[in-house]
């Protein structure tokens, strides 16, 4: 009964590929989030939808591009990935704004 | 966002209450008090949040001073699998969380 689920777990890529993950919520939630985890360990916000609407778009390379098929889904497209795309990407989901419930992330590392 | 210090570690022996204490001195009266933790390899977990008013869920309870200034997240009988990061946040309802660096909290066996 995974809430919030992400696929892949891990991703291995090379400089300069495209790459996508993708985030599954059954929890009927209307938003949901995508936040980055570097290696520093800090987590920040990249982007927020609420009802396939985007709502947050913080400062993140055009590279990265979120898309919401249906309030349920919540994936992030990488285009030409570079060295410092390498984190944990995290999806989220909420009804109530601030409690948001986690998926167990995306390890990514660009070789 | 007000902004909230904690500190960098903490110790807990198992079985005992973890208290983690929170400094939010510049908390505006509509901003809440939220707590997440997150586990090693994990995402974050929502835990507990709170306004005014002390609350107590299943996992904590959360003691906010009369002044608002500062708060406590208590774990009652802390275990292995509490071992975490605890992120303390003040904000509005509408404002997005962001997260600092959070309190190191290491169950001891």
């Not at chain 2, 608002?68 to 904000?91: E, F, G």
Request: hydrophobic residues 30%; contains cysteine; positive net charge.
């Amino acid at each position: 009964d995974t809430a919030v689920s992400q696929t892949p777990k891990y991703l291995v890529t090379q400089m300069g590929n495209d790459k996508s993950i993708k985030c599954e919520q059954n929890l009927g939630h209307d938003t949901m989030y995508w936040y980055k985890q570097d290696s520093k360990k800090f987590l920040k916000i990249m982007f927020s939808y609420n009802n396939k609407e985007l709502i947050i778009n913080e400062t993140v390379p055009n590279r990265f591009s979120p898309k919401s098929p249906d309030k349920a889904h919540l994936n992030l497209h990488i285009n030409s990935l570079e060295l410092g795309d390498s984190a944990v990407y995290f999806c989220a989901s909420s009804q109530v704004k601030n409690t948001q419930y986690f998926g167990p992330g995306t390890r990514l590392t660009v070789l | 966002d007000a902004k909230t210090t904690q500190p960098t570690s903490m110790d807990c022996a198992e079985g005992r209450a973890a208290n983690l204490p929170c400094n939010h001195s510049t908390i505006s009266g509509n901003e809440y008090v939220y707590w997440y933790r997150q586990i090693h390899s994990q995402g974050p977990q929502y835990i507990i949040h709170g306004l005014k008013n002390n609350e107590t869920n299943e996992m904590a309870s959360l003691i906010i001073t009369e002044d608002r200034k500062s708060s406590t997240l208590i774990l009652p009988h802390a275990t292995l699998r509490d071992t975490a990061v605890y992120y303390c946040i003040a904000l509005n309802r509408d404002d997005k969380i962001i997260f600092g660096k959070g309190t190191r909290l290491h169950i001891l066996p």
